[in-house]
Nanobody, 123 residues
């Protein structure tokens, strides 16, 4: 059974940092690309950042470039999202997702999902 479990969310102030983690089990993590998506209240879920199976390729949406960094530890079956200079508009539930090999931006391209972790950024 595949499981993705996000952690690290919370309530922070604008300008602060957070690191989200997504621990996986039940899949061959080193062959899966990992993505982070987010869904703000009243909005559709959107792609934030992704990393390829090897970590050699990353893809970030424009609004987080220069502020967010994705990384992975294949020995720990875990992917991380380092979020710096957080803004109120980053407030959302953050989800991690897995698909084979290379990251994509579409939700439907991912096979497995976590339940999400709430990130709230106050102004």
């Amino acid at each position: 059974q595949v499981q993705l479990v996000e952690s690290g969310g919370g309530l922070v102030q604008a300008g602060d940092s957070l690191r989200l983690s997504c621990a996986t089990s039940g899949l061959t993590f080193s062959t899966y690309a990992m993505g982070w998506f987010r869904q703000a209240p009243g909005k559709e879920r959107e792609f934030v950042v992704g990393i390829s199976w090897s970590g050699g390729r990353t893809d970030l949406t424009n609004s987080v470039k220069g502020r967010f960094t994705i990384s992975r530890d294949n020995a720990k079956n875990t992917v991380y999202l380092q979020m710096n200079s957080l803004k109120p508009e980053d407030t959302a539930v953050y989800y991690c997702a897995a698909r084979k090999y290379f990251t994509q931006r579409g939700e439907d391209d991912y096979d497995y999902w976590g339940l999400g972790t709430q990130v709230t950024v106050s102004s």
